[in-house]
């Protein structure tokens, strides 16, 4: 499915900017910069989710040449997602972003993120991705407790997340303790724990958050 139309995302020279809304999810002071769009900073987190996951070797995404992002179903980011991983690389391998229509279409796929417009189709498309060791993300409503993996949310107006760890287990998926800390929950078959005040504030670090690595783009 092509991304809708839409905003044309900020330069590569805010990227700072965007990384700061991710740490803090607060913006340089004096109002010097636009604050970057939800789309914008939700484009990062799927990057920086995939630096803190570990897939099974010899999964069959994993022999493909490229890492590979898809939407599935309605596309909220537009341009802004593949703006934000050309370039860049995860695991080894070129990011490449891909929209797809089905679930039947997510072979070769390393991150799926569901769009909204899935919300009915949820329980059938989580079906037909088990056994396909591929992080499913979505910032629809009770995604998580429905069984994704990755629920972005919105919380006083800044980007949070919540982690499905069963789901991610049972497909095979390793995620670093480092990324559990920061998420505002963690699910655990049916309890959910919730993460500390002190952690929500902290988050990543600018660097560990930069795309590249924390290289400057050009």
């Known amino acids: 499915m092509e991304p809708k139309d839409g905003n044309q995302p900020v330069p590569r020279a805010l990227s700072s900017v965007l990384l700061i809304a991710l740490a803090s999810s607060a913006i340089a002071a004096?109002?010097?910069?636009?604050?970057?769009?939800?789309?914008?900073?939700?484009?990062?987190?799927?990057?920086?989710?995939?630096?803190?996951?570990q897939w099974p070797a010899g999964e069959p995404s994993g022999e493909t040449d490229?890492?590979?992002?898809?939407?599935?179903?309605?596309?909220?980011?537009?341009?802004?997602?593949?703006?934000?991983?050309?370039?860049?690389?995860?695991?080894?391998?070129?990011?490449?972003?891909?929209?797809?229509?089905?679930?039947?279409d997510a072979r070769g796929c390393r991150i799926v993120f569901v769009g909204g417009s899935?919300?009915?189709?949820?329980?059938?498309?989580?079906?037909?991705?088990?056994?396909?060791?591929?992080?499913?993300?979505?910032?629809?409503?009770?995604?998580a407790e429905r069984g994704g993996m990755i629920q972005l949310v919105m919380d006083d107006d800044r980007v949070r997340f919540e982690v499905n760890l069963t789901a991610a287990t049972s497909a095979g998926l390793e995620m670093s303790s480092?990324?559990?800390?920061?998420?505002r929950g963690v699910r655990r078959g049916s309890r959910l724990m919730r993460a500390s005040p002190i952690l929500l504030g902290s988050a990543w670090t600018h660097r560990e958050l930069m795309p590249g690595g924390g290289r400057r783009k050009a």
């Open 30 to 53: 004096g109002g010097m910069v636009e604050k970057p769009s939800e789309y914008e900073v939700k484009a990062v987190y799927l990057y920086n989710f995939a630096k803190f996951v």
């Open 66 to 104: 490229a890492f590979t992002i898809c939407v599935l179903g309605e596309d909220p980011f537009g341009r802004i997602l593949d703006f934000t991983l050309a370039g860049e690389t995860l695991h080894g391998k070129k990011t490449a972003t891909k929209r797809i229509d089905s679930a039947r």
């Open 118 to 143: 899935e919300a009915r189709r949820l329980p059938g498309i989580l079906e037909a991705l088990k056994g396909m060791s591929i992080l499913t993300v979505s910032d629809m409503e009770d995604f």
């Open 178 to 183: 480092e990324l559990l800390k920061v998420a």
